[in-house]
């Protein structure tokens, strides 16, 4: 770059400048770390391919896998192109380096048996409180598509049980939502409130879901924590994955949830282009087109993408004719 201002002093221009655009911030950790990096080598000149390969290569990343290499290069393209309108012979990386990093796999969709037995061994764990806490957890998951972090981050004064609503905040993508609650999960939640605040201190601010043991009783539950307590269940289980992940996730309980809508929907001959929105603002995507994913990113859903692919050739058949 140039010796007289060092490359972090344009990553953080740059990331002021994004923010007041309205875009999030999500590769600012990546876009920082190759600053320092490219400071700490005391540059000079243009940014080539060579060095940024180096730097997503480099030791601290912990990694020898080809994908985070090219997620981390993906990070800089932005940047990179930003920076050009004070350096044009600046490089920018493409996707052919690496491979790329924007395919997503195929999630373990769960069959309604399989979400009953994770309830079942949830319920089991001991001692009561924590069973109830896992239970109601996983199930309000696989009602509602919540990310756990949502669920986990809900605080009690966000369960609104009379309106049968969550307030979700300030979440991925910095946006809030509205959740409503089908009867049946409201009434599981109202369970779930009275055994806790029998079995807990009750405070004006508390979390909804809460840890069991030592220091956490009656604080927010941890995200590792609760991935562990998954872990084990599901090897208990013995599920075997229909995805293509290493091994069924929690995460895949949201898949799920979209999944089983949106079949829902064709069984009931919902029209699913003019229900997508809708779907898309109840879990909270950024964009739409993350939602219609599925019809082509799960084979489970194919089939619907196929079944509107023959209606409109059909129709277009038809007009021609």
């Given amino acids: 770059m140039s010796t007289s201002v060092p490359l972090q002093d344009y990553a953080e221009r740059y990331l002021v400048e994004r923010h007041q655009l309205g875009y999030g911030l999500g590769n600012r950790y990546a876009i920082r770390s190759f600053a320092r990096y490219v400071d700490g080598l005391d540059h000079e000149g243009p940014l080539t391919v060579e060095l940024m390969v180096s730097w997503a290569q480099c030791a601290k990343t912990n990694s020898d896998n ?54 079942m061994a949830a319920r089991r764990l001991h001692p009561v409180l924590r069973g109830a806490t896992y239970e109601t957890l996983f199930g309000l998951l696989a009602a509602t598509g919540l990310r756990v972090s949502e669920a986990v981050h809900l605080m009690d004064a966000d369960v609104d049980l009379k309106a049968g609503l969550l307030f979700v905040r300030q979440t991925k993508f910095a946006k809030s939502r509205q959740v409503p609650l089908h009867p049946s999960t409201t009434k599981a939640l109202r369970r779930y409130r009275e055994l806790r605040n029998r079995q807990v201190e009750v405070a004006e601010e508390m979390p909804f879901f809460v840890g069991t043991r030592g220091q956490r009783r009656g604080y927010t539950l941890g995200l590792r924590q609760v991935r562990r307590v998954f872990i084990t269940l599901r090897e208990q289980l013995g599920w075997i994955n229909r995805g293509a992940h290493a091994a069924p996730r929690i995460h895949d309980l949201r898949h799920t949830f979209v999944v089983r809508r949106i079949l829902l929907w064709q069984a009931q001959g919902v029209d699913v282009d003019q229900a997508m929105l809708s779907l898309s603002t109840y879990v909270g995507h950024a964009k739409i087109t993350n939602t219609y994913w599925y019809l082509t990113g799960v084979p489970d859903l194919m089939a619907v993408a196929a079944a509107q692919f023959e209606a409109i050739a059909s129709r277009l058949e038809v007009h021609h004719g």
Avoid at 99 to 109: C, E, K, N, Y
Wanted: proline content about 9%; hydrophobic content about 35%.
């Fill in 66 to 119: 080809p994908t985070t290499w090219a997620r981390r290069l993906k990070a800089l393209r932005p940047f990179v192109r930003w920076l050009k309108q004070y350096e044009p012979r600046h490089d920018v990386p493409d996707d052919t380096l690496f491979g790329r990093v924007d395919r997503r796999l195929a999630p373990h969709i769960y069959s309604e048996q399989e979400i009953i037995d994770l309830l």
